[in-house]
């Protein structure tokens, strides 16, 4: 019983793995194929062989055998393992069972031998053939003159085999023997001499002569014969050629005589001719790469930095011609016994051909770009030492690095004297910096005065692992010729530290705790140590100098107060006298002298402010004087006035000219905002003027649409200031404070005042929604000049009236009271009459329609504009406007504000949450 539980549950498992059903879901289906499986196993009788457990037995029985120095069992056992495991058949692990059930102790009874009986017996093929058989059936073969050996000389070709010519051969013998090194080894340069006076001395000569042995001419046929040379010939030959000298061995070929090719007309008696070849052309191809590299280091230079490659391949060339003198020597005059060998020779020069093959391969690729730079080979040299060492050629990466730092030593001259002096080589036209022709004013030096060169491509006239330090060295460049400009150059060379790196192989790679490191990352750390000890002093003392001397944290404050505003107090008192003119029709107010009489009383008395800096610009209107009642009624009529703080030539390195440009822009809008609000507040409710001239339902729409405008402005002006403005200003100069160099204040400084610029919605994605906030600045004057209107001509209707009243009892006979001497209002008249609007950016008149203040118009104009729009009518138009306005302001900054993950659209998702906030608890009032 236990039994078929343990089979159930396990029929129970395999069922749910292989058929994906369970008795929870599908319980009908998972019982079908459960009482299957059970039914095949419970009256299965006869089970499968384990064939794991087969190949296991069989695996170790293999080892066995080996383990006991068995090995023709083992391999005779895998061998016939193998021939059953690819039989077609599915009973092979059967079968294997079997042999190993049968078989009965394998390590002592089996036998190797008898495996031969297992072998088929050959049939005879009869007697074997023998060869006095062959003599006995052809007499012919009794001929001694058949087996002598035959010339095929005539016949050959230069590449066959060389033991036809037996006696040449032996010749070749007698000749190794005179040249042996035993005979030889107590000889003298002065027994090489030769009496030319002896013909038989000249014949041996000439005789020994290999290379001027003409070919053999026959009477029928002209053939080629190959000439034995001994080894100590070859290793004279390889060494001349490798040495530039012409040879016998070698031939020269192409257009400048670079390439060398082996001549076949030579072998050694002791090797194949395929060895003997491929061994001469292996050589071959370095001696063409030694030929090449010599003559393009023997081609004129005139530029310095191509002339300190050829000086580092001569001098290596030199020294591997040294190297070979030496090798010359000591098979000419040995000291010792010493073996003759090319392989010896070969491997005693493979490194260096190695080495300097690699060098011509540089070459060769400096060529094969027509128009390549002349520091080019700079970026090949340096990527092929980064190459080397990943493929720990350790060799060939202490060599091309050494060449590599040779080199760039010469490309440091325009460097160093650029950083130390701030000069720039007039003729130098590899160097990435150059000048700008013509005079530039003091200020725009650092920004005009010397560029980077680049290719038509945009990129960097540089090599191309030094771009990312081109910024640093340009930088520390423009600070010196600044200091010399400021007559501080000799205080930064006196505090400047004599210490500077020293750009060689063995400093930077061999010494160190990263010796490991890829070779890109030592030179980057090396170099940019090199760079900071220029760099260092000339970026601090300049940084000094313009906060110390110069004021650079006056300058950003006094921008801050004339700009921004920042003092409230001061502020209002330059634009408060100016609304006042503009309400009054002042044509005075925008008088350039006069509004920098009043800039520099206003904002002159501010510890940080220099008066004398201080004048304004202002923009010509493109209208008349006479036409500023049209004009006065937007807020974009404020755009034309322009304040302007004369900086430093220093300072204006950090603060730009475009930059103070983006300061006008904000200060413009609060400027606008300023209107509004002033317009809004010049009415104090201590009485309700409105109570005797007005309804109760035009009141409560007045007051409702005013107080919605003063909010509007009030919360506008508030997000600008003290969510935009104050904290990017605070960042910003703690973050000039710490930047390393001027370069880093500049970037600080411009990405500030952007980012502040797109904050300030005065961006172009927002454009729309800026124009649609100064449509609703421009209602707070429409809404107060209504109001003026309408006070006016009720009070006039009131002044008829009580005229009337007069003529009337002065008809009836009774006393009329006496008129009180009352002076006209300053108010305004209501009406609605065609408008025009200003445009700031192109100064033109545009068809839309704006409202006009009618103070100055005559009475009949006046009486013709009562019969337009109601005061109610337009009182609820423009809370109809508002609503609209604001609603798609704060429906447009909160749609950018989600769709962008920048600062600045977080900052318009705040301003977009508080419109909406506020325009559910500021609602006017319908009616």
Aim: with cysteine; proline share 3%.
């Amino acid at each position: 019983m236990a039994h078929l539980a343990r089979l159930g549950a396990l029929t129970d498992e395999l069922v749910t793995l292989l058929t994906g059903t369970s008795t929870k879901t599908e319980r009908a289906k998972f019982n079908t194929h459960r009482e299957s499986a059970l039914r095949a196993l419970r009256y299965s009788n006869y089970s499968r062989t384990n064939q794991f457990d087969v190949t296991a037995r069989l695996e170790g029985l293999e080892e066995k055998f080996r383990i006991y120095n068995e090995d023709p069992l083992a391999d005779a056992l895998g061998e016939r393992v193998e021939k059953v495991s690819k039989l077609q058949t599915k009973w092979a692990p059967e079968i294997l069972h079997l042999f190993l059930e049968l078989s009965d102790r394998p390590l002592v009874n089996s036998k190797a031998e008898e495996l031969d009986f297992l072998k088929e017996t050959e049939t005879d093929t009869g007697p074997p053939l023998r060869w006095k058989d062959l003599v006995a059936e052809d007499p012919l073969l009794r001929d001694k003159h058949v087996w002598r050996n035959v010339d095929f000389g005539a016949e050959s070709s230069d590449e066959d085999d060389y033991d036809e010519t037996q006696s040449e051969l032996s010749e070749t013998t007698e000749t190794t023997t005179q040249l042996s090194l035993e005979e030889n080894s107590g000889r003298r340069p002065e027994d090489n001499l030769i009496d030319f006076s002896n013909p038989k001395a000249l014949s041996e000569l000439r005789e020994a002569q290999f290379w001027l042995k003409d070919p053999k001419v026959g009477e029928e046929k002209l053939y080629t014969v190959k000439k034995s040379i001994t080894e100590l010939q070859v290793i004279r030959e390889i060494l001349f050629m490798l040495s530039g000298y012409p040879t016998s061995l070698f031939e020269v070929k192409g257009p400048e005589e670079t390439n060398i090719t082996p001549s076949k007309s030579y072998f050694l008696k002791h090797a194949s001719a395929e060895a003997f070849y491929g061994q001469l052309q292996c050589l071959a191809d370095y001696g063409s790469a030694l030929k090449y590299l010599e003559t393009w280091a023997n081609r004129p230079q005139t530029i310095p930095l191509l002339q300190a490659f050829q000086n580092s391949i001569t001098h290596r060339s030199s020294d591997f011609k040294g190297h070979m003198s030496k090798i010359q020597s000591r098979y000419i005059h040995p000291e010792t016994d010493i073996v003759v060998s090319l392989l010896q020779v070969q491997d005693e020069l493979e490194l260096e051909l190695r080495l300097l093959s690699k060098l011509s391969t540089i070459t060769r690729l400096v060529d094969a770009e027509p128009y390549a730079h002349a520091f080019r080979y700079l970026e090949i040299l340096y990527d092929e030492t980064c190459t080397s060492q990943m493929a720990d050629d350790e060799q060939a990466y202490e060599l091309i690095g050494t060449i590599f730092f040779e080199c760039f030593q010469v490309y440091l001259r325009p460097i160093r004297l650029w950083m130390e002096e701030g000069e720039l080589g007039t003729t130098d036209k590899i160097f990435f910096l150059s000048r700008s022709s013509g005079d530039l004013d003091r200020a725009s030096i650092w920004q005009s005065r010397f560029k980077l060169r680049q290719t038509q491509n945009g990129i960097l006239h540089a090599p191309s692992f030094l771009r990312t330090a081109a910024g640093k060295i340009f930088t520390t460049g423009k600070s010196v010729v600044v200091l010399k400009q400021l007559n501080k150059f000799q205080s930064m060379r006196s505090s400047e530290s004599s210490y500077e790196p020293v750009l060689q192989f063995s400093t930077v790679c061999e010494t160190g705790p990263l010796q490991l490191a890829p070779f890109s990352e030592l030179f980057d750390v090396a170099f940019s140590l090199w760079i900071q000890s220029k760099h260092h002093a000339a970026s601090t003392t300049l940084r000094k100098i313009l906060f110390d001397s110069y004021g650079l944290r006056t300058s950003l404050e006094a921008l801050s107060n004339v700009y921004f505003m920042a003092d409230g107090a001061h502020g209002a008192s330059f634009t408060n006298p100016l609304f006042d003119k503009l309400d009054t029709l002042d044509t005075s107010w925008s008088d350039r002298f006069t509004l920098t009489e009043l800039l520099q009383s206003s904002f002159g008395v501010l510890p940080s402010v220099n008066k004398d800096r201080l004048s304004t610009t202002v923009l010509p209107l493109g209208l008349k004087n006479q036409d500023i009642s049209q004009y006065r009624r937007t807020v974009k009529v404020l755009s034309i006035i322009r304040l302007n703080y004369h900086l430093s030539w220093p300072i204006q390195i950090i603060l730009t000219v475009d930059t103070l440009s983006s300061y006008q822009r904000i200060f413009t809008f609060l400027f606008q905002i300023r209107r509004s609000a002033h317009i809004l507040a010049r009415q104090r409710l201590l009485v309700d003027r409105l109570y005797s001239t007005s309804r109760s339902n035009e009141r409560s729409l007045y007051y409702s649409l005013r107080t919605q405008l003063q909010w509007f402005v009030q919360s506008l002006y508030y997000y600008l200031t003290f969510l935009v403005i104050e904290p990017a200003s605070s960042k910003m100069r703690q973050a000039i404070e710490d930047a390393i160099d001027i370069d880093t204040m500049i970037e600080v400084h411009s990405t500030y005042i952007k980012s502040t610029c797109e904050k300030a919605l005065l961006g172009i994605k927002l454009e729309l929604i800026h124009k649609t906030i100064l449509k609703i600045l421009d209602l707070a004057i429409r809404l107060e000049d209504s109001q003026a209107a309408n006070t006016l001509a009720s009070k006039e209707a009131r002044d008829q009236q009580q005229e009337q009243m007069d003529l009337s009892m002065a008809s009836l006979g009774l006393p009329t009271p006496r008129k009180a001497e009352t002076t006209k209002p300053q108010a305004r008249p209501y009406t609605k009459t065609p408008r025009r609007s200003f445009d700031d950016s192109s100064n033109s008149e545009q068809d839309s329609e704006v409202d006009v203040d009618l103070s100055i118009l005559s009475t009949s104009m006046l009486e013709h504009a009562r019969q337009d729009l109601s005061y109610l009518e337009d009182l609820r138009s423009m809370e109809a406007d508002f609503n609209r306005l604001v609603r798609f302001v704060a429906t447009g900054l909160r749609g950018v504000g989600r769709a962008g993950a920048v600062e600045e659209a977080r900052s318009w998702d705040v301003l977009g949450e508080i419109l909406e906030s506020g325009l559910g608890q500021v609602g006017g009032i319908s009616y």
